[in-house]
C-alpha cells in the first residue's frame, strides 16, 4: 500500500541495526556519471558485458553498427514518430541501470548521478522527472522503491556511489489557477487568461487529477475520512502536501532575473513550494519545508544513498537551502555518512553560485553556466585557455576574492540534459562533426583538471544529438538502449560498446586518474609554451581560433604531471613546455605514460634550461599526452 502519510514513517525502525556505505573521503577523487533514468537502459540489450564482463545475451536489442544511423528517419512519416516519442517517456528503468553497473565500473565511473525518480503527475510526460507527484513512491514506470535499492547497493557493493537528483523548489502540475487578470492568446489565436507573476496570488480552480482536470477540493483531505481520500494518481501526497499553504499560488515565472519573482513564482507549470521566511540567519521555516526535509532524510536511510544533486537552488529562499543542508548533514552524520554531499544547481552566474555556496554551506555547485563553454570551445579551439584555468584556484587560501574555483567546490562537464548556457540551441559536443574527433581532449580537460568532472550518459558513445527551438531538449536526452528514441536517429539498437574507440581512450585515461592522487589532488597550473625555445607565453588565440598544444602541470607534494591537448584538429603539435624548475634538473628525462597515439607512450623527452627548465613536447591532432 502506498504511504499516505508522514506520520506513517518510522525513522527509528528504518535505521535500526542497518549498517550504511560510509561516505568517500574526498569527492574530488571520484569520477560522476549523470544519466536520465527513462533515456539508460530498459534491461532489454543483447551482446553487451555484466558485471562479470561476460557477454550477455538475454535480451533482444542488438548493438548499434554505423549502418544503423538514420534507421528511424527514413520518411517523413516514421521521421515524425522517432520526434515525437523523444517528447515523452521511452522506457528506461532501474532495474536497466543495475544491469549496466559493469559497463560503467569498467569505464571507470565511481559514483551515478541519477535524474529524479520519484512519482510524477499521471498527464503529462514528464519522464526527466522534476514534476513530482507523490514524494514516497518511485515513478512505477522506472520501477519501484526495491528496485532503487537493489541499484544503490549493487553500486556500492562495486565500488560506486549514488547521487540521487532532488527537487525541493516546486512540486509537478499538482493544481490548476483561476485567473482573473492578463488576457493574452495562443498560438492558434485563442484568448485565455495567463497566471503570471505580479507579486499576488491567484484563485485555484482545484487539485488536478489523473487526467489533469481540476475537480478536486483545493484542500487537504481530513485523515479521519480516509474514504474522502483523492486516488493515488490524484492531487499531490503524501497529504500533507494537500495543504494549500504548501503552494505560494503566484503564478508562472516571466522574468527568470527579478528577486523575489524568480523565488515566488511558478517554474513554468511546475507549481512553487512557499518555504518560509525571513533572513538567512533568522529563517522561520514553513510546515511545507519541514515536511520535504523529513522526505528526502526519509530516502536517505531508505536506499542508502550517498549525495543529492538539488535541482534550481536560484529559485529557493537562502534560508531554505541553508536548512536543508544542516537537516541532510546531520541525518547523514547519525547513519555513518560524514559525508554525504549536496551538489547545487545554481544559475544565474559564477559570482551568484559562489556566494550562494557560502551563504548556504551546500558542497558544491553543478558549473552549468560557465564551465560547460569554455570546456567544450577550448577542445574545438575557440577559447583562450586562460578562460578555462583562470575558472580555478589552487587553495581555499588564496585568492578568496576572486570567485574562482577550487577543486571539491564545483563539478564540471560539458555534455548535460538541459545545456542552458545555450538557450534554445541544443547540440551535444559531437554535433559538430568536423570538431566531434576533439571529444577525448574535452574529455581529458574534464577528467584531469581541477574540479568534481562528470560525464553525461552517452557522450563516451559519441552521441551527435542536436536540436532547436521549443521542446529541443530532447535531442540531447538520446536513448542509450534505443528503443523509438535512440542515437543518430536511430530506433531499436543499444549503444552499450566498449570497443568503441572513446570509450577506451576514457577508460585509460580514468585508469591513470584513479590511480594517482596527483590528478585529483595536485595543484594545477597553465604552462607558457615555444616554438623555438626562447620565447615563451601562455598559449592563447589568434584571429578567434587557437590551433596549438594547451599544457597544464598537476603538483602534489614533490611530483609534477605534465598533461596537455592539442586544439589542432587535424595535425600533430610540438611546443617547448615551461615545467617547475625546483622538482627538475638539466638533463632529466620525463617519460609519456598516456597518448592518444599508442606509440608515442613509453617515450622520453629531455629537460633542457630555458624558460627556467622546459621540455619539448608533441600531442598528437586532438590528442591527449601525459608525461612524468
Not at 562479470?52 to 553498427?65: A, K, M, Q, S, W
Not at 496570488?201 to 474514504?227: E, I, K, M, Q
Not at 553560485?353 to 575557440?382: H, N, Q, R, S, V
Not at 638533463?587 to 621540455?615: F, H, P
Request: proline fraction near 4%; charge should be negative.
Amino acid at each position: 500500500m502506498p504511504v499516505r502519510s508522514l506520520a506513517e514513517l518510522h525513522f527509528d525502525e528504518l535505521i535500526r541495526n542497518k549498517e550504511f556505505t560510509p561516505s568517500p573521503t574526498a569527492w574530488e577523487d571520484e569520477v560522476l556519471y549523470f544519466l536520465l533514468v527513462d533515456r539508460f537502459s530498459d534491461g532489454n540489450e543483447k551482446g553487451y558485458r555484466g558485471l562479470d564482463g561476460n557477454i550477455v545475451n538475454t535480451g533482444t536489442t542488438e548493438l548499434f553498427r554505423p549502418d544503423d544511423a538514420l534507421n528511424a528517419v527514413k520518411t517523413p512519416e516514421t521521421a515524425a514518430r522517432w520526434r515525437e516519442a523523444g517528447a515523452g517517456y521511452v522506457g528506461g528503468k532501474l532495474a536497466g541501470i543495475t544491469s549496466k553497473l559493469g559497463y560503467l565500473k569498467r569505464l571507470g565511473v565511481t559514483a551515478l548521478w541519477l535524474s529524479p525518480v520519484l512519482k510524477q503527475v499521471a498527464f503529462q510526460r514528464t519522464y526527466h522527472g522534476y514534476g513530482i507527484q507523490d514524494y514516497l513512491q518511485v515513478n512505477p514506470r522506472f520501477g519501484t522503491a526495491d528496485d532503487l535499492r537493489t541499484l544503490v547497493d549493487t553500486a556500492h557493493a562495486n565500488g560506486m556511489r549514488v547521487i540521487l537528483d532532488i527537487i525541493l523548489n516546486h512540486t509537478g502540475n499538482v493544481f490548476s489557477y483561476d485567473p482573473n487578470r492578463y488576457p493574452t492568446s495562443d498560438s492558434r489565436g485563442r484568448q485565455f487568461l495567463d497566471a503570471r507573476w505580479d507579486g499576488n496570488r491567484y484563485d485555484v480552480r482545484g487539485f488536478n487529477d489523473s487526467h489533469g482536470n481540476a475537480g478536486l477540493t483545493f484542500a487537504r483531505t481530513d485523515p479521519a475520512n480516509p474514504t474522502a481520500f483523492p486516488g493515488p494518481d490524484d492531487a499531490i501526497w503524501p497529504v500533507e502536501f494537500q495543504d494549500p499553504a504548501v503552494f505560494t499560488c503566484k503564478g508562472r515565472i516571466s522574468n527568470f532575473d527579478y528577486d523575489p519573482e524568480f523565488r515566488d513564482a511558478d517554474f513554468f507549470d511546475l507549481k512553487d513550494v512557499h518555504h518560509g521566511a525571513g533572513t538567512v540567519d533568522a529563517y522561520e521555516p514553513s510546515a511545507a519545508l519541514m515536511h520535504q526535509l523529513q522526505v528526502y532524510k526519509y530516502w536517505i536511510a531508505f536506499a542508502d544513498l550517498d549525495g543529492y544533486r538539488v535541482d534550481t537552488v536560484k529559485h529557493m529562499d537562502l534560508g531554505a537551502a541553508r536548512l536543508l543542508g544542516s537537516s541532510m548533514k546531520e541525518f547523514a552524520a547519525r547513519i555513518g555518512k560524514d559525508n554525504f554531499y549536496l551538489i547545487a544547481e545554481i544559475t544565474g552566474g559564477r559570482n551568484f553560485a559562489f556566494d550562494t555556496l557560502g551563504i548556504t554551506g551546500l558542497d558544491a555547485a553543478l558549473g552549468i553556466d560557465d564551465i560547460p563553454d569554455k570546456l567544450e570551445f577550448l577542445a574545438k579551439g575557440y577559447r583562450d585557455p586562460s578562460d578555462y584555468f583562470g575558472l580555478f584556484r589552487n587553495s581555499e587560501l588564496v585568492g578568496q576574492g576572486s570567485h574562482t574555483w577550487f577543486r571539491n567546490k564545483v563539478v564540471t562537464l560539458f555534455n548535460d540534459h538541459d545545456q542552458v548556457s545555450k538557450g534554445s540551441n541544443k547540440a551535444r559536443f559531437c554535433a559538430d562533426k568536423d570538431k566531434a574527433n576533439g571529444v577525448v581532449a574535452a574529455l581529458a580537460l574534464n577528467a584531469m583538471t581541477l574540479g568534481i568532472p562528470c560525464i553525461y550518459y552517452g557522450t563516451e558513445q559519441l552521441f551527435d544529438g542536436h536540436g532547436s527551438g521549443d521542446g529541443a531538449d530532447r535531442y540531447i536526452r538520446e536513448a542509450m538502449f534505443g528503443g523509438e528514441f535512440g542515437a543518430f536517429a536511430s530506433r531499436g539498437k543499444h549503444f552499450f560498446d566498449e570497443d568503441n574507440a572513446v570509450y577506451r581512450e576514457l577508460q585509460a585515461i580514468l585508469k591513470l586518474r584513479g590511480n594517482d592522487r596527483i590528478y585529483t589532488r595536485g595543484r594545477q597550473y597553465l604552462r607558457p609554451i615555444s616554438g623555438d625555445g626562447v620565447g615563451f607565453g601562455l598559449p592563447m588565440m589568434m584571429g578567434g581560433e587557437i590551433h596549438s598544444i594547451v599544457p597544464w602541470s598537476r603538483l602534489l607534494d614533490d611530483q609534477e604531471a605534465l598533461l596537455a591537448i592539442n586544439t589542432d584538429l587535424s595535425s600533430a603539435r610540438t611546443a617547448w613546455v615551461t615545467i617547475d624548475a625546483s622538482l627538475h634538473k638539466p638533463g632529466e628525462r620525463l617519460k609519456c605514460v598516456y597518448s592518444t597515439d599508442g606509440a608515442q607512450i613509453g617515450a622520453e623527452v629531455s629537460i633542457e634550461a630555458r624558460n627556467g627548465l622546459a621540455v619539448s613536447l608533441t600531442v598528437p591532432s586532438a590528442g591527449f599526452v601525459i608525461f612524468r
